[in-house]
């Protein structure tokens, strides 16, 4: 190696050294997002409710209250976080699976505002629901809004709550009308949903 060389290798040794202490500053700030994705990402849709816990019973207050069924009728307190974005609206129904071929609807609502999160206990029957502009379908029941659990005696039947948020503002359907036109409208602008599940036997 010449004499120039030697002279200039400590300074181009520092050059380098500061170089990698660079990268290293780079790489340090950047592997942290990569190693936790949630980071910079959005959390999943999700609701919960105060009266139901994922996979439990449905309590005294949202069975129905006919026949031989003494609950009282309140439709379920209901929160979501993390709609997807360009949600414009949110529709919500229960839906019994286990009830003959067909299953039952026991809820359906739909055109709830995008600035809405919540629905508080009995938002159904006590008017809340309509304030916000939001419309209900005819449950299989026969009346309009929300029919709690009520099965035959014997194996307990799985309740689907569910939230959807919409991409439009409003659905090309009238309250009153049957649960299951709601749920075709209701699938055809879906953006995404959130459930739980709760079950109920007698």
Sequence with gaps: ????????????????????????????AILPCIASPSASAQG????????????GQ?????????????????????TWHNAPAGTRSYAVTIFDPDASSRGWWHW????IPARVSTLPENASASGALGTLGAIEARNDFGGDGYGGPCPPPGKPHRYIVTVYALRVDKLSIASGRPATMFAREIESAALGSAKLIVSYGR
Aim: proline share 5%; glycine share 4%.
């Design 108 to 111: 359906a609502a739909a055109d």
């Design 44 to 55: 999943s849709f999700v609701v919960s409710s105060t009266n139901f816990r994922n996979g």
């Design 58 to 78: 449905v309590p005294a207050a949202q069975v129905f209250n006919q026949d031989s069924c003494t609950g009282a009728n309140r439709s379920p307190q209901l």
């Design 1 to 28: 190696m010449r004499s120039a060389d030697i002279k200039a290798y400590p300074t181009a040794q520092a050059g380098w050294r500061s170089t990698a202490r660079t990268c290293a500053s780079i790489v340090a």
